[in-house]
């Protein structure tokens, strides 16, 4: 049987053994959360809740500064203690950070909802998903309301569903729709209803048979939303790697995905969706993998948001051993954690811990012109092309070569015999042309 998927990519080793089986469990409250305004990819939110407030669990403690920008709710119910700076280590900047105390267990706000989903009308839906705060829960903190936005001069045509977890050592998506099948496929009717269309695609690849045969099963009930199979590559999981792999089209350079047609929501920002829209629940909480060679007992775990890494270890009874390296999220993408006592994030969907054994660094080596970088990229750039115009600083020749198109996937540097950080190359120079260019506006 040939699986779906896309040119270019890697294999890395999946890992995933690790924590595949563990089913997820919930921990419990937090004594404390530290609520990043800067929770989402925009604006920050807008602060409306001061120092010494009582605050219930759902209630919203920040607002949606912009467009593009998010809701921020208390992920437990107790009191506004201060807002400090603290290390957001996804933007290596110090961002304002809301402290909330632990006084009781939960006395819920809830957001507008009903279990008959099509008592509201579609712009309903779109506005209760932005009440909640909902945003993409894959890793990139996307405003979920936004891409139910559609431009007059663009339509939907078909909702694309990222089960795919490409990423190394994650199996949150996984457990996820073992686990939270039906609430899933109803999340997916609610966002095909706000969207206005009736074609579905999820996308699942083909390491997590358990998880096709149960979505196949009851998916059945839903004719027109289709489960597809993909080949287990990375990266699979990345928004146009995946509309090619399951629709055949190509989202051209510089272009979105609506621009064909195409909205991709990740299945656990699927699961928020219901979540809010059926129980009435804000995004104060979710799920998340903790796993590595250097955890003694990996698993899957459903938490509060804002909780640190060191209490979510105590909370879930994780033990690590010396870790010498510890990422959110998996090895591809993740970003490094520089300490644990910080905070998580409505994106973090893993935690990996990597012993020094499995943290070996390797010797930079000059390039060997051998051509893998071009042969694993999926945008089909030049790598060692880019690199060479980033080290010279000719980021004009490096835009012009398709520097803005880059994904940052690492597959490039992944395989590359000679051990060159490509991928961090192109991320700096990206930042540096994007620096310049706002400087010239």
Same mark, same amino acid.
């Given at each position: ?12 080793p ?32 807008k602060?409306?809740?001061?120092p010494?407030q ?11 500064n912009?467009f593009?920008?998010?809701?921020l ?7 506004v ?17 809301v ?22 009308k579609? *712009?309903?839906i779109? $506005? /209760?998903? &932005?009440?909640?705060? %909902? ?8 405003? !979920?309301? =936004? ?5 007059k ?25 073992? *686990?939270?099948?039906? $609430? /899933?496929? &109803?999340?997916?009717? %609610? ?8 074609? !579905?695609? =999820? ?17 059945s009930?839903?004719?027109?939303t289709?489960i597809?199979?993909?080949k ?6 990345? $928004? ?10 190509e ?17 656990s ?11 009435g629940?804000?995004?104060?909480e ?11 007992n ?7 948001i ?21 990422l ?33 660094d390797r ?29 010279q ?19 490039c ?11 961090k ?17």
């Amino acid at each position: 049987m040939a699986f779906l998927s896309f040119k270019g990519g890697v294999h890395p080793p999946e890992r995933k053994n690790f924590s595949e089986k563990e089913s997820i469990k919930q921990l419990p409250l937090p004594e404390k959360v530290y609520m990043y305004l800067s929770n989402h990819i925009g604006a920050p939110a807008k602060l409306i809740v001061e120092p010494g407030q009582k605050v219930k669990t759902g209630q919203k403690i920040a607002e949606a500064n912009g467009f593009i920008s998010a809701n921020l709710h208390s992920p437990v119910t107790g009191q506004v203690t201060e807002v400090v700076k603290m290390l957001n280590a996804a933007s290596g900047k110090n961002d304002d950070v809301v402290i909330i105390t632990r006084e009781a267990d939960d006395d819920w706000e809830l957001v507008k909802h009903n279990s008959d989903y099509t008592e509201f009308k579609p *712009e309903e839906i779109s $506005e /209760i998903i &932005k009440e909640a705060g %909902i945003v993409g829960l894959g890793g990139a903190m996307f405003p !979920a309301h =936004v891409k139910l936005s559609i431009p007059k001069d663009k339509k939907a045509e078909v909702l694309v569903i990222n089960a795919a977890e490409c990423e190394p050592y994650l199996t949150i998506d996984h457990r996820m729709m073992l *686990e939270k099948t039906d $609430e /899933i496929l &109803k999340g997916i009717e %609610i966002i095909k209803y706000a969207l206005g269309i009736k074609n !579905a695609k =999820v996308g699942i690849e083909n390491n997590k048979p358990d998880a096709i045969k149960l979505m196949k099963e009851k998916a059945s009930k839903y004719p027109q939303t289709e489960i597809l199979e993909l080949k287990t590559k990375y990266p699979q999981g990345a $928004e146009k790697q995946l509309i090619t792999a399951v629709t055949g089209k190509e989202v051209p350079s510089g272009k979105l995905p609506i621009d064909i047609g195409a909205v991709v929501f990740n299945v656990s920002t699927v699961y928020a969706v219901y979540d809010a829209v059926i129980n009435g629940k804000p995004l104060v909480e979710r799920g998340i993998t903790i796993t590595g060679e250097a955890v003694k007992n990996p698993g899957n775990f459903w938490y509060r948001i804002g909780t640190t890494v060191d209490d979510l270890l105590s909370l879930s009874g994780v033990k690590t051993e010396n870790p010498e390296k510890v990422l959110y999220g998996g090895p591809m993408m993740g970003i490094p954690l520089p300490k644990t006592e910080l905070p998580t994030f409505k994106g973090n969907n893993g935690l990996t811990f990597f012993s020094s054994e499995s943290n070996k660094d390797r010797e930079t080596m000059p390039c060997i012109r051998c051509s893998y970088c071009v042969m694993s990229c999926p945008i089909h750039l030049q790598p060692y092309l880019l690199k060479r115009f980033v080290d010279q600083r000719n980021y004009d020749e490096a835009v012009n070569n398709g520097i803005l198109d880059c994904i940052e996937c690492g597959s490039c540097s992944y395989g590359c015999p000679s051990n060159i950080d490509l991928a961090k190359t192109f991320k700096t120079g990206k930042k540096v042309i994007r620096a310049m260019k706002q400087r010239r506006v």
